[in-house]
């Protein structure tokens, strides 16, 4: 696994830390290893067969044949290894009235009362297994503690990054000399973690996948950060006013600065409003969120209506201090404060999946939309010519109008239904409803040829859009 993914196979209950010696058939008051003891005779004898594969640590030739954890002569030589009492609880597979710290005091007082020189054997500082990282649990809670503190944490998520070495040299020690099933240092560090900061903080509940707060260790720098997870909302939005932008607009002159310039008057965008901001400015305060991301299903050009139902999004939250409000409230100040702009509905909390799915939704769409023809047909023929391209399949180049940020292709794009064709003088007005990804203005306009068949085709007169509007999205 890589180091710097979230540890996930954490687990914090004490049974489960049972459970692993049942398995490996700890569990019961006797000792199956007790019997054993002989083998340190043989030892003695089988000496002279090393055939080099041992290593001078602390001026002291370590046997690799000592039988693992939890035989006695397992735990005596973890000891003279310089293992830590956290690490000695962890590793040693016996049975001890208290965990952690306490459990591996106790399990080394034991080894001290079967094998007085080992108590007087001068064993290395630092810890192999895990450099005395367990002496900074307090510190680390303490961190995570302050920095959690002003914030709303339904869940919390513990990742913990230890150094490469450290991990291949604990992996090393403990496979070979380590009761079965031992936690791995990753894993029993985290869970340290967790047991200390649960006792300091009430409520708090630990996951192992979406939290509301993810917190990162950093075993060599003790570096706690903590990353707040967004949350996300998901609605209907219509705009009922043309001119107003789906997302944040950044001033062309000064690029969108923050302090901005004398052409945007300090605002840094180039509309005042914004889909996004008009919904989410209101859930960034209330929720006292860094910034907000819009993510529509499709959007409409700056000058189109969406109206109808509305357009489907989901509104994603970044940092936010506060994670629950009433949608409800905050639905009816965004209304009220954006009144004959846009209006939203159908609010419900969501996760970032829904933004995928959002995104990659392909509906139909109603549009109306309006235009002036400059050398009028028949009014008959007008509605007969555009009324028979309904049902057909359009040949649609890419727009010049886009042909700065999209890749010039040839598409095919499906005409659903064509009515309610409106012919006023010269101008005229119908409803057309049209697969996912069709550029309806070019439709009408035809956009010098480049759409085929096309409204200014048929009717053999250049065609003017004056306005389009979004009927309906035809999703969820
Ligand atoms: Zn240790
Ligand atoms: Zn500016």
Redesign the pocket.
């Known amino acids: 696994m890589n180091p710097d993914e979230p540890e996930a196979d954490e687990t914090t209950p004490e049974e489960e830390e049972w459970q692993l010696y049942a398995t490996a058939g700890y569990a019961a008051a006797e000792d199956p290893w007790d019997d054993l003891v002989e083998v340190e005779d043989d030892e003695d004898e089988e000496e002279e067969w090393f055939d080099g594969d041992d290593f001078e640590t602390n001026g002291q030739t370590l046997d690799w044949d000592s039988p693992p954890c939890p035989a006695p002569l397992g735990i005596a030589h973890m000891i003279r290894l310089g293992t830590c009492n956290h690490c000695l609880h962890r590793v040693g597979g016996r049975r001890t009235e208290e965990i952690g710290e306490k459990g591996g005091a106790s399990i080394r007082a034991e080894a001290f009362a079967r094998d007085k020189e080992l108590e007087s054997y001068e064993a290395p500082d630092l810890c192999p297994l895990c450099e005395n990282l367990f002496e900074d649990v307090d510190n680390i809670v303490e961190r995570i503690v302050e920095q959690t503190g002003e914030l709303d944490h339904g869940s919390l998520q513990v990742g913990v990054h230890v150094p490469k070495d450290l991990i291949q040299e604990e992996d090393r020690i403990r496979t070979r000399h380590a009761a079965p099933g031992s936690r791995p240092l990753k894993a029993a560090f985290s869970e340290a973690v967790q047991t200390g900061v649960s006792a300091r903080m009430e409520g708090v509940e630990f996951v192992k996948e979406r939290p509301d707060l993810m917190i990162l260790i950093d075993c060599l720098t003790l570096r706690v950060d903590v990353d707040i997870r967004p949350v996300f909302i998901y609605g209907r939005y219509r705009k009922l006013d043309r001119g107003i932008p789906q997302t944040r607009w950044p001033?062309?002159?000064?690029?969108?600065?923050a302090e901005?310039?004398?052409?945007?008057e300090g605002?840094?965008?180039q509309y005042p409003d914004s889909v996004q901001d008009l919904i989410g400015e209101p859930f960034r305060l209330v929720l006292s969120a860094e910034d907000t991301s819009f993510h529509g299903m499709g959007r409409e050009d700056i000058d189109v209506r969406c109206l109808g139902r509305g357009r489907p999004f989901v509104l994603e939250v970044k940092r936010p201090k506060v994670r629950r409000t009433d949608l409800e409230e905050v639905m009816e100040a965004v209304n009220s404060n954006a009144t004959g702009k846009i209006e939203i509905s159908d609010l419900r909390w969501t996760n970032r999946s829904e933004v995928s799915r959002i995104k990659e939704t392909r509906a139909e769409k109603s549009y109306t939309i309006r235009f002036s023809v400059e050398q009028p047909p028949e009014e008959s023929f007008i509605v007969d010519s555009i009324t028979k391209l309904s049902g057909v399949t359009l040949e649609q180049q890419t727009p010049k109008r886009v042909s700065h940020r999209r890749a010039d292709k040839n598409r095919k794009r499906k005409v659903v239904s064509i009515d309610n064709v409106l012919v006023e003088d010269n101008e005229v007005q119908f409803s057309v409803r049209c697969e996912a990804g069709t550029y309806v203005k070019e439709l009408v306009h035809s956009d010098e040829g480049r759409t085929v068949p096309s409204v200014a085709g048929v009717l053999e007169s250049p065609c003017e859009v004056i306005w389009l509007d979004v009927e309906d999205i035809h999703a969820d």
């Open positions: 001033c062309r002159a000064c690029r969108g600065r901005g310039c004398e052409a945007c605002t840094g965008l």
